[in-house]
């Protein structure tokens, strides 16, 4: 089955950088040749500072859109210097299916309190298939995997497919 994320495209930061380089200087320019001369021996290194900042703001915009679109989700992924955006979309609403044992499980997003986050970093061959198992259920990484943690912790691992339908979001993965 073919994942059912998308990439969405890559983000080329270097225009971006080069205009605020460009605006710094700029704006030295009507301090005199000693602030220009400043400031340009400043901008190259603040090239990393401002890509990280990029970064970290995109990272905040990102994780605000998918807590609307959850549990579709959109994912910045560092690739070299620059990001690539991933898009999961929710899954399209289907009729419930599965036995009464697995309708009855709990769902994972019950309302337990406020989301939290943590930063997982499983192998490359284990988030690929985390990626294809989430596909097969039709749900964003994100939702499989908070199912499939309070099944654990329940106890009730292996407990299959919890129930289809509408859920909140409980979490990120980055």
Known sequence: MAPRWRHAG???LSQYVARLQHELLAVAEAGGSEV???AERLVAPLD???RLVIIEVLTEAFDTITTEIAPGSVHLRLRG?????VVTPPPAERPASGSAAQQAAPAADDAEGPVARINFRPPESLKVRIEEAAARERLSV?????????AAVDGRAGAGPAPTGRHRFSGWVG
């Not at 210097?81 to 955006?85: A, N, Q, S, T």
């Not at 994100?142 to 309070?150: C, E, F, G, I, P």
């Open 48 to 50: 990393s500072a401002v």
């Open 142 to 150: 994100n939702a499989w995997l908070v199912r499939a943690t309070s």
């Open 36 to 38: 220009r001369a400043v």
């Open 10 to 12: 890559r983000v080329e």
């Open 81 to 85: 210097r620059d990001p690539d955006v």
